[in-house]
């Protein structure tokens, strides 16, 4: 018997049984998810393994635990508290520019029949009125306006949704331009097209790939919060480590081995924990996002902000011509000047909307006037930082 006549059996059965695990978990069939899902099971197993590793070797930390339950309590509280919201930030969604659409489209529908039906209302009350009148004098003649009945809600719900993104741009601005070639969805401000998901995020900052999703709008308050948990939960399992190296107690060179090899990964990932929080720190100060700050020179929406876009449309409109096409391609020289953040509404305000003000995750932010730009712009005085205008 070959080799191959060997394994030609074990791949059918290896087959089958993964026909019949996609069967119980209709989830698995798609590599993607499958992928996800097993970074999602390393990444809880890594835990698992260092929490587990310092509670099996350090004997301090058992007495300790004996003696003063509330820190062993707190550091297991933090550790579970850091893998729901693990969970919890990977399972939410992050604002996708495709369900704003639908909000602001059954929104529209609802004004548009309440409209509609206090039309017919009034018109109603009208007729009745004529009606009426018209007794009175002998006859009935009834007379119905064809613009006050059955009227129609103006533009369908694809122009309604172009009419409100467009009023966030700058008047002349290409819907072409700004239409997803992906989607086909007119993209708001600070919205970007996820290859990975294949859908537009409102407030794109980064697709993560350990989380198995976007960040965006409707979860970088999540992420902030679980890369926060994760970064103290790391140190905190740091000087766990340390000071069992330093306890002075036999014990086999193979677990002092196991706990150095342990330990050089994680003083690397809690350094590189402690960087992506100190650097999410300041895009929530600065209401920005990681996309804007890496491609700020090349992002469409912020070189139409720029002040000479906002020039060259005034000039169009004195010399009483049409709107030039103004080009936003890299190689032009429009766009945001440096140092500018030009969404930051100060340090305070930027806090409470990042944490207390999105009680809706399709809240969208107009682009800036030249007017609020220079202000931005100015340096700070002393003056300025006495009356905290940076808050």
Known sequence: MTIFGFCHPVRESWDRASESCYQLFPCFS?????????????????????????????????QKTKMEPWYTAIYLFLFVATLAQYFFTSGSSPGYVIDAMRAANETHSIFGKMSTTSNAYLTFMMIKQRQSASSKNGSLIVTVEGNQMGRNITGTNSTSWTKLVMDMYPPGSSVRSLTCTYCNIVQPPR???????????????HHCVWLGTCIGQ????????????????????????????????????????????LLATLSICAIFLLLLFLFHSYLVLTNQTTFELVRRRRIPYL??????????????????ASIAIVDVSPGSHLGIPERVYPFSKGICINLYDFCCARSSIYSMEPLPSPLELEVKSRPYTCCDVLSCRCC
């Open 30 to 62: 798609d590599p993607v998810r499958r992928s996800s899902w097993g970074l999602k099971l390393a990444l809880v197993t890594l835990h698992l393994i260092y929490v587990g590793i310092l509670f099996l070797f350090d004997r301090d930390l058992i």
């Open 191 to 205: 919205s970007k097209h996820c290859h990975d998901c294949d859908k537009c995020v409102l407030q794109f900052d």
């Open 303 to 320: 070189r139409l902000a720029g002040p000479e876009y906002w020039e060259i449309h005034s000039l169009w409109i004195r010399i009483g």
């Open 218 to 261: 409707g979860n970088h308050c999540r992420f902030w919060w679980y890369i926060f948990e994760e970064t103290i939960l790391c140190i905190w399992t740091f000087i766990l480590y340390i000071t069992y190296l330093k306890a002075n107690i036999a014990r086999a060179w193979w677990k002092d081995g196991i706990v150095i090899l």
